[in-house]
């Protein structure tokens, strides 16, 4: 068993190519599915640390205050994100709750940690400990982390509510409206390519 | 030296046949890191990352179909069932997912009414059909438009997250409306059977090996018989709107 280093594999459909080197921001793509198969990343590493950690701060943010408030004829109602998922919990049908607090809560939390710490510099970069088992990680919890998907049913949530109600935005929703931005630059990032970062450390 | 890549498949003659397959030419890729490995088998470990080598995602047909099939028993369910219960002093209704979606267009949010409508209703059902297609003509190692059904996959990876949006609105709406005894509303048993459709869906799209697409009977043949010494294809084509996402 031996590395072959001067060829790459499409992984969506298997066709073999010649490794090319890349210059900065270029993408190459597979000549026979059009999937992207690798990407200079050298510059889009220098903004995605600051990046996550000003998600990870708003992140705190949008958890902390209430997403909206409602006013029903003098009576107020208001809600933060984990303060929905208990309502979830007491109506009994803590399934559904298990899985908006996995992907709006968990996931996102977990792969903004995992980056973070992934990206901080340290004196070995190399020999980073669990390297390989959290870029795995990174990798299964891409397809579930779901702000930005959440935001879009917030805004629908507001629109339902404000036929029968006044409706006062929280702080929590412009930080959401901000993490889904920032997560879509983050999250975007295709954890494949810290390897080649990792590689250009050495 | 980027040109003088030779490119042995043009456009129109896009078939399998004029690629060289990593497994056809007895090489195995990491899933993980992308490295390549030669004359290793199948279970060993990347030496680079350590994941497990395999040419296809185990079991990657039947894994679909199962959950496919489930996705398919719950998505009855998910429509017929009450997915909210909205109750006030004088009443108490039941919605379900289409119910919502009429709710917003009779009262004239058609805008809304469209997003939901594609979120919830059309994307769930699109992504059935999608896996249905992939899956059947993968069995049938069809060579039937390949490139359109790679893309095809790709699409369903991409828009599957998006009919989550009802489960989060519903979510928050019941979080929001706790008026005890005034207006009250709360989460009916079809948001669990759509919240499963969501992911049940889901894991069916990770199980799918898209390789299997461009696993026909004539691409194996073909790859054995061609000499190791010509084992590449092309070089990578290099996307023309490169140049236009370069800055991110």
């Not at chain 1, 000549?31 to 992207?36: L, P, Q």
Request: charged residues 15%.
């Amino acid at each position: 068993m031996h590395e072959i280093s001067d060829l790459t594999v499409c992984e969506q459909c298997d066709a073999v190519f010649q490794k090319l080197s890349l210059a900065n921001g270029e993408i190459a793509r597979c000549t026979r599915c059009g999937n992207e198969m690798d990407r200079n990343a050298q510059q889009r590493r220098n903004h995605l640390l600051p990046l996550t950690i000003a998600s990870l701060i708003i992140f705190v943010i949008a958890n902390i205050f209430p997403i909206v408030e409602m006013e029903l004829q003098g009576l107020h109602s208001q809600t933060t994100l984990l303060g929905a998922v208990l309502s979830l919990t007491t109506e009994g049908i803590s399934m559904v709750a298990l899985l908006v607090l996995a992907t709006t809560i968990l996931f996102p939390f977990m792969q903004m940690l995992i980056l973070f710490y992934l990206l901080v510099p340290s004196k070995h970069p190399d020999n980073r400990p669990g390297f390989s088992l959290l870029i795995r990680v990174m990798q299964m919890l891409r397809p579930w982390g779901m702000i930005e998907v959440f935001l879009l049913g917030v805004l629908v949530a507001l629109i339902k509510l404000s036929n029968m109600a006044t409706i006062i935005p929280g702080i929590a929703l412009w930080a959401f409206c901000m993490l889904t931005v920032m997560l879509t630059v983050v999250v975007s990032f295709n954890p494949r390519y810290l390897w080649q970062l990792e590689e250009s450390e050495q | 030296m980027l040109n003088s890549y030779r490119n042995f498949a043009t456009q129109d003659t896009a078939d399998s046949t004029h690629f060289n397959t990593a497994t056809g030419i007895g090489l195995l890729s990491c899933h993980q890191c992308g490295k390549l490995w030669k004359s290793a088998k199948q279970g060993d470990r990347c030496k680079h990352c350590n994941a497990t080598l395999h040419t296809r995602k185990p079991d990657s047909i039947n894994r679909t179909w199962a959950l496919v099939i489930a996705a398919c028993i719950m998505y009855i369910p998910a429509n017929m069932m009450p997915v909210m219960i909205t109750s006030t002093f004088f009443e108490s209704h039941q919605d379900t997912i289409l119910s919502g979606i009429i709710f917003f267009w009779v009262s004239g949010e058609w805008g809304l009414a469209a997003v939901v409508f594609i979120a919830s209703f059309l994307v769930p059902l699109l992504k059935l059909a999608s896996l249905f297609i992939l899956l059947i003509s993968a069995q049938q190692k069809s060579t039937w438009r390949q490139l359109e059904r790679a893309k095809l996959y790709r699409m369903v990876e991409l828009i599957g997250r998006w009919s989550m949006l009802d489960v989060f609105v519903v979510s928050l709406l019941v979080g929001l409306v706790q008026i005890q005894g005034f207006a009250q509303i709360s989460a009916g048993v079809g948001i669990v059977a759509f919240g499963a459709v969501v992911v049940l869906t889901m894991l069916a799209s990770i199980s799918f090996d898209p390789r299997l697409i461009w696993d026909t009977a004539n691409s194996h043949n073909d790859a054995q018989q061609t000499q190791p010494t010509d084992i590449t294809n092309t070089g990578i084509a290099r996307s023309p709107e490169k140049t236009l996402q370069e800055r991110t």
